[in-house]
């Protein structure tokens, strides 16, 4: 199952290891670079990043917020 990011961007379900809100602390963008060596880091277009996506390879900051993320991902599902 995928999961649709915003935009044109969607991820596998199944590489995803944290969705995390950025509302309750402050934009972290340079303590993200510094805290993650070797993680690409994708900033996704659509406005100021609400969520965190952790993956394996890479970190994603995308427009659409953690809760709508976790919504998606539960929909079809029992």
Known sequence: MFLH???S???DLNKIIAVLSLDKIEYPG???KEKSPGKKIESLDGG???SMIITEESIILSPISSLTL???ANKGQI
């Open 30 to 32: 340079k303590k993200i």
């Open 5 to 7: 990011l915003g935009g």
């Open 9 to 11: 961007n969607i991820i």
């Open 48 to 50: 100021q990043p609400k």
């Open 70 to 72: 976790k919504k998606r």
